[in-house]
C-alpha cells in the first residue's frame, strides 16, 4: 500500500506522520473524526487538507494498527 500523502520528516512534528508536509500529524486528523467531527468541518477548520488528505490518514492509522498489534 502507498501512502503518497503520508509524509515523514524528523524535523517537523517531531517525525511524527503529517499529511504532504504539513503540519498537520496524521493523529489529529483521526482523533477528530473519533470525536465525532465531520470531514466537511475538518476541511473547514484546515482549508490546506483535501478530502484524498482525510482518507488517506484514515488508511494510514488502519494499516498501523494492522501492523503493530502483538498477540498477548
Known amino acids: 500500500m502507498t501512502f503518497d500523502r503520508i509524509t515523514i520528516e524528523s524535523g517537523k512534528c517531531s517525525g511524527e506522520p503529517c499529511i504532504r508536509g504539513l503540519r498537520i500529524p496524521v493523529h489529529l486528523v483521526v482523533s477528530l473524526l473519533a470525536a465525532g467531527e465531520t470531514t466537511g468541518t475538518i476541511l473547514d477548520h484546515y482549508p490546506e487538507l483535501e478530502q484524498e488528505d482525510i482518507r488517506q490518514s484514515l488508511e ?5 494498527v494492522r501492523e503493530s498489534v502483538v498477540p498477548v
Request: proline letters at 0%; aromatic letters at 20%; charged letters at 0%.
Open 60 to 64: 494510514y492509522a488502519a494499516c498501523h
